[in-house]
């Protein structure tokens, strides 16, 4: 009679094996997340060295700070940080992200990050600015110094373009709200340098997003955004300096625009009259209006199932971008 041994012995060690095996997996799954965020977004890059240009020492009480949803206050150094498509995807487009805000504070996950890991998907590089926010305590002229961070930003990224395996024609800017007052300052003002440029590398953006756009300063504009940037009571010639629809000319980038007819913050026709005034250039642009949707909606319009981002990529590819 043959006698059977019954074990687990065996089946205890391949447990410890399978064990071991899922927990390597795991470690090289955990390895791999920790190098794909790491190429896909970059640290900060400072746009200037020690020396700021038009900035005078931040008081005491003067400290930038960032809250819990991502707002940025009293910005004092300012940056611009890459999030680059994964390996083998970039297309050689590039686009600098203009956080909104009001001038006052900067909206960076909404405007900014959201909307950069949005174009690092589609192959486009993109670069959130963190500018500096217009202050009589640290600029000397505050009316120019978010303008100064816009023009340096494109300004860097031109000049490393090679680096980063852009593609120098193809690199465009892209703001919402206050920051796409800020991105058409840079699309309409880029032959009137404020920062140094003894290069000269074109300032130029290759074309422009516009997203609930501030453009004007006119009796349309948001009040709080035209305060902050050139005071309460500024001259009727520095009105007219940022009211962007007046500066549009036949050299102005090809536009895309996006804004809901119900905003109640930057009245609609902010993008209407720009709109026009490309028209009257006969410079490429398309708009959208959505029936609702506010301000301040990022890359998803609530009130609606259509999707902006789908119609500027698409955009983008009709305009060789």
């Known amino acids: ?19 071991r095996a899922m927990k390597r997996t795991l470690i090289i799954l955990i390895f791999a997340l920790v190098f794909h965020l790491a190429y896909a ?6 746009l200037y060295g020690r020396d700021i240009p038009n900035s005078k020492k931040a008081p005491a009480d003067y400290v930038e700070k960032t809250d819990t949803s991502g707002w940025i206050f009293k910005v004092t150094e300012p940056t611009i940080t890459p999030y680059f498509p994964e390996k083998g995807t970039a297309n050689g487009t590039a686009v600098i992200i203009c956080p ?75 703001g919402f709200s ?68 007046k500066h549009v000319t036949a050299n102005t980038p090809p536009t895309f625009l996006v804004q809901a007819g119900d905003d109640d913050e930057v009245p609609v026709q902010n993008s209407l009259m720009f709109y026009d005034a490309l028209l009257n250039a006969k410079v490429k642009a398309e708009m959208h209006i959505f029936q609702d949707g506010g301000h301040l909606f990022g890359l998803n319009n609530p009130k609606s199932k259509d999707k902006w981002f789908d119609w500027c990529k698409n955009w983008l590819n009709e305009n060789g971008f």
């Open 41 to 46: 977004q970059e640290k900060a890059i400072p």
């Open 178 to 245: 206050a920051g796409g007052h800020l991105a058409s300052t840079e699309g309409t003002h880029f032959d009137k340098p404020v920062i140094e440029n003894k290069e000269n590398i074109s300032l130029r953006p290759d074309f422009m997003i516009l997203i609930y756009p501030a453009i004007t300063f006119g009796p349309l504009a948001n009040a709080d955004t035209r305060e902050n940037l050139i005071g309460k009571t500024p001259s009727a010639e520095l009105v007219a300096l940022y009211s962007n629809e």
């Open 100 to 174: 909104g805000g009001g001038y006052i504070v900067e909206v960076s996950v909404t405007d900014g990050s959201d909307i950069a890991k949005a174009f690092a998907k589609i192959g486009v590089t993109a670069f959130v600015l963190k500018y500096r926010l217009p202050s009589d305590s640290i600029m000397v002229d505050k009316t120019i110094g978010p303008l100064q961070d816009a023009q340096m930003a494109m300004l860097m990224v031109r000049k490393r373009a090679a680096e980063w395996g852009i593609n120098p024609n193809k690199i465009g800017i892209a």
């Open 1 to 19: 009679m043959h006698k059977y041994i019954v074990t687990n012995k065996p089946y205890r060690s391949s447990s410890i094996y399978i064990q």
